[in-house]
Each structure stands twice: as structure tokens, then as C-alpha cells.
């Protein structure tokens, strides 16, 4: 399974695009990135996912570049509700096996 | 539809004792896991299943047990509680086919005295 990198933590005022790159240098041909996101005392929750290039969903957008090596997860116009550990995975298709990272604590302050 | 559910919420064990952490879910779905998570940490894989009849080993094995005898229950046994074993407990589903999106239940906090 890949090793994934990611930011310990990150701070942001409210209304602001938040960015949070993850880096998968040995990402597999076969392998999807995911992101989820986790609030405190819940279990995580899906946000997105892709193979390459752009995704988007009313909730977030995912760039993955040409050679895949890293994501960005994008999170338009935050909120003091987005406050969160985001959590980068990288798996095989059809493989339901996930290892999470430590993840990205979000702050959003006022 | 429920989604996953677990109980119970919270529970605390003498060193040694036994229980069983419930986990169901109500979308047919074929692959279930239990994941623990220390504070701190991101979750680890204990065990899965790919449906009913068939178990698998994760990670973090040691120490637990469990049975998959129909597709919306998917239990996992504590044989012999240590203090190492205090931690959060999430159990999971996915339907197959698809992005694979896991569904991840509220949790049981459990200690181990």
C-alpha cells in the first residue's frame, strides 16, 4: 500500500480556500486517492475521490497532476465547520483495505 | 436507513475480562471492517470481511476476534481485555463495485482498566 505525507496541521480564517497536498511518491498504476474527514468523537466520512486530473463535488475539488505523485484537497470558502482531521489514502481499485495517516488537523478560526 | 450503527457507545473493563462490540448496518453490504484508533492517531485496520461466512485478518489482529454469520452484523470479540486495547473502536461498510466509499459507524470508546 502506498505511504502517504501530509501536513501535521494548518490554520485558516473563515471565507478562505483552504489547500491541503498530500504526497504519494509510490503510488501504483491501479491506485485511487481518496480523502476523508473526520470530525471529533465521529466516525470519518467520504469526500472525495479520483485517478487523475480534476475532480469536483459540491463539497470539495481534488488535482491530482500528471505523474500522481501528489493531490491537492481544495475546500472552497471554509467554515468554522470544516474544522477536521482530513485524512489522504491511496488504494487499489476493488481494494477495501484503507490505511489512514495521522492526517491534516484543520483549524478554521473566525 | 440507519447506516452503520454500534453499541454499545462507551464501555469500561477490568483487565481480563471479555466482551463483544455490536456493529450492523442496514445497506446490504457486502465488505465490513473494524478499525481501533488511538488518540493521536489515524485508525487502524483490525479485521474485515468480504461477506458472510469469510473473515480476515488486518493489522492489528491480536487480541480479537470475529464472525460475519449474516451480512448486517459483523461483531468483534475482546477475548481477554489489556489496558493496551483502550481505544476507539469504528466499524465500516462498503457495497462492492463503485468508488468503494466507506460508511464508517459513531464509535465505541472503550478503556481498559
Known amino acids: 500500500l502506498a505511504k502517504t505525507t501530509q501536513p501535521i496541521s494548518m490554520d485558516s480564517y473563515e471565507g478562505q480556500e483552504v489547500n491541503i497536498t498530500c504526497s504519494h511518491n509510490?503510488?501504483?498504476?491501479?491506485?485511487?486517492i481518496t480523502w476523508y474527514q473526520q470530525f471529533p468523537s465521529q466516525g470519518p466520512r467520504f469526500i472525495i475521490q479520483?485517478?487523475?486530473t480534476k475532480v469536483t463535488n459540491e463539497v470539495a475539488s481534488l488535482f491530482i497532476p500528471a505523474d500522481r505523485k501528489s493531490s491537492t484537497l481544495s475546500l472552497p470558502r471554509v467554515s468554522l465547520s470544516d474544522t477536521a482531521v482530513y485524512y489522504c489514502?491511496?488504494?487499489?481499485?476493488?481494494?477495501?483495505?484503507?490505511?489512514f495517516g495521522k492526517g491534516t488537523k484543520l483549524s478554521v478560526i473566525p | 436507513n440507519a447506516g452503520v450503527t454500534q453499541t454499545p457507545k462507551f464501555q469500561v473493563l477490568k483487565t481480563g475480562q471479555s466482551m463483544t462490540l455490536q456493529c450492523a448496518q442496514d445497506?446490504?453490504?457486502?465488505?465490513m471492517s473494524w478499525y481501533r484508533q488511538d488518540p493521536g492517531m489515524g485508525l487502524r485496520l483490525i479485521h474485515y470481511s468480504v461477506g458472510a461466512g469469510i473473515t480476515d485478518q488486518g493489522e492489528v489482529p491480536n487480541g480479537y476476534n470475529v464472525s460475519r454469520s449474516t451480512t448486517e452484523d459483523f461483531p468483534l470479540r475482546l477475548l481477554s481485555a489489556a489496558p493496551s486495547q483502550t481505544s476507539v473502536y469504528f466499524c465500516?461498510?462498503?457495497?462492492?463495485?463503485?468508488?468503494?466509499?466507506?460508511?464508517f459507524g459513531p464509535g465505541t470508546r472503550l478503556t481498559v482498566l
Open positions: 509510490n503510488i501504483a498504476t491501479n491506485d485511487y
Open positions: 465500516a461498510s462498503t457495497g462492492t463495485g463503485g468508488d468503494g466509499e466507506q460508511f
Open positions: 489514502l491511496v488504494s487499489g481499485a476493488g481494494s477495501y483495505q484503507l490505511t
Open positions: 479520483g485517478y487523475k
Open positions: 445497506m446490504n453490504h457486502e465488505y
